[in-house]
């Protein structure tokens, strides 16, 4: 079986339920169509979740195993974000019971995490299964818990992703996993994202270890759809979990990465380049999942070509949830103050009155981000009666110029 998906986007033809007899049950309440973007994403991280670490991909001494983060953005219950899981999670359960076990919610710290895929210590034999699978449908609480300061959940996070040992050394709970398989899906809102997306998870590796998959219903049907769209699709044969050890690409797929590298890995200034920091690694992930779905002992052409697409939906799907009329109007104030009206530069309490204390403090550390990663603006100190306060100016560069 093809899974290769050149258009992650495409969606089912639109065609209604065909004609039949009428049901003598009373309708189900009404169920639309979940975006095909949001099922692939939901289905592909699953996987990798299921395929556990018995294989990798081989980036010099970096091991790349099939473990992803997924972001689904779309309009609170209108994206049918949830609708898309249902059926993922339909799949999943028939073909590898033993992960439904390992699927759970409710992120709060990096001690609770760790707890959850802890190494055996003493008495405490820990889970025999170290695979973990975390869906929140609630992404904003899980944000909302990474920027307090002593909330060690970013960072063990981070390590997760990078499939590094965890381990925390704290005298109450000093576990440690070392050989941890965490994948996380999260679903949220594009006015969430934006709003609780801060400077420093942006500038710190956290949330570009997450590829943002926006959603759409495609279409409705206020009579109800499949109850399992995915039957007959032959998935469950395919997601026969197992290690594969090390996947190698192809020769043809060898090629196309050259060729796709170089365009990945060029830094692209603002918000948008920030959280596709780690396009390449994403991409690889991606193509390991398909090439293990198919059953391959390697990565093909068709693998990588349908990892690609995918990211570049989601580089697309990341200016979306960040369009202008959201977010960069706020960056656009900040800058046009800073470069003409304020050329000594502002205050951050300067900022918040620029911006009439009507925007969040994330909103505006975000705006902040953007312009300083673009390099249109520098961070510096002023000394005050008190703590220093942060001073923003105009960078010295050719690209602050404009």
Not at 89 to 98: F, L
Request: glycine residues 10%.
């Amino acid at each position: 079986m093809s899974t290769g998906a050149t258009s992650p986007a495409a969606g089912p033809d639109s065609s209604g339920p065909g004609p039949g007899p009428r049901p003598e049950r009373p309708l189900e309440a009404p169920r639309d169509w979940p975006s095909p973007a949001a099922i692939l994403a939901h289905l592909l991280v699953t996987f990798g979740a299921a395929a556990g670490r018995g294989a990798w991909f081989e980036v010099e001494a970096t091991r790349h195993h099939p473990n992803e983060f997924a972001i689904l953005v779309g309009d609170s219950a209108k994206a049918r974000k949830g609708s898309s899981w249902d059926h993922v999670e339909r799949v999943i359960g028939r073909a590898d019971p033993s992960l439904s076990p390992r699927i759970l919610t409710g992120l709060s710290s990096g001690e609770g995490l760790i707890w959850a895929v802890r190494d055996p210590c003493g008495p405490d034999p820990g889970p025999a299964d170290r695979r973990l699978l975390v869906v929140e449908p609630e992404l904003a609480s899980v944000l909302k818990q990474t920027t307090r300061e002593i909330n060690t959940l970013s960072p063990v996070l981070r390590s997760a992703w990078d499939g590094r040992a965890l381990a925390l050394m704290t005298r109450t709970s000093p576990a440690r996993a070392s050989a941890a398989h965490v994948s996380v899906i999260g679903h949220i809102t594009g006015a969430e994202l934006r709003r609780h997306a801060g400077a420093v998870e942006i500038a710190n590796g956290f949330l570009n270890r997450f590829s943002v998959i926006a959603c759409r219903r495609v279409r409705l049907l206020p009579e109800g759809g499949e109850r399992d769209p995915l039957a007959g699709s032959g998935l469950e044969r395919r997601l026969a979990a197992g290690g594969a050890g090390r996947v190698r690409l192809g020769p043809r797929a060898r090629e196309l990465w050259r060729e796709a590298y170089e365009r990945l890995a060029t830094p692209v200034p603002g918000i948008s380049g920030a959280l596709d920091a780690r396009a390449e690694a994403h991409a690889i992930r991606l193509a390991l999942i398909y090439a293990l779905i198919d059953g391959a002992s390697e990565i093909a052409a068709t693998h990588l070509e349908s990892a690609l697409a995918l990211r570049e939906y989601s580089s697309r799907s990341v200016g979306w949830a960040f369009d202008e009329r959201a977010g960069d109007s706020v960056a656009a104030e900040i800058w046009i103050a800073i470069r003409h009206a304020a050329p000594d530069g502002l205050t951050r309490t300067q900022i918040r009155d620029l911006c009439h204390r009507n925007q969040s403090g994330a909103r505006i550390d975000g705006a902040l981000a953007a312009l300083r990663s673009a390099g249109r603006i520098t961070r510096g100190r002023v000394m005050t009666g008190g703590r220093p306060a942060e001073l923003w100016s105009a960078a010295a560069s050719p690209e602050a110029a404009g």
